[in-house]
Nanobody
Framework: QVQLVESGGGLVQAGGSLRLSCLAS????????MAWYRQVPGNQRELVAS???????NYADSVKGRFFIFRDIAKIAVYLQMRNLKPEDTAVYYC??????WGQGTQVTVSS
């Protein structure tokens, strides 16, 4: 079993910062592929950022330069540092592990 638990969501004003965390447990290792997705009700879930086993990162164009994904090997955790948040970043953010496991999501709301 693999469990992914997100935390760190909340309400912030535009221009603010927030750090999301995803703590993994079960049959998953620190360097497994991990990613952050987000979803607005009625829309498709979209890939925001990902990190490979080697540490290579990739970002959606909409968040490049503002969001940063990184991991803590010792904690088997992955984080998403979000800066200069915009109202359009408002969504439920989901942690994804091994390209098949999902957390329950954490709400991020950015006010104007």
């Amino acid at each position: 079993q693999v469990q992914l638990v997100e935390s760190g969501g909340g309400l912030v004003q535009a221009g603010g910062s927030l750090r999301l965390s995803c703590l993994a447990s079960g049959s998953i290792s620190s360097r497994d592929p991990m990613a952050w997705y987000r979803q607005v009700p009625g829309n498709q879930r979209e890939l925001v950022a990902s990190i490979t086993r080697s540490g290579t990162t990739n970002y959606a164009d909409s968040v490049k330069g503002r969001f940063f994904i990184f991991r803590d090997i010792a904690k088997i955790a992955v984080y998403l540092q979000m800066r200069n948040l915009k109202p359009e970043d408002t969504a439920v953010y989901y942690c994804n592990g091994q390209e098949k496991y999902w957390g329950q999501g954490t709400q991020v709301t950015v006010s104007s």
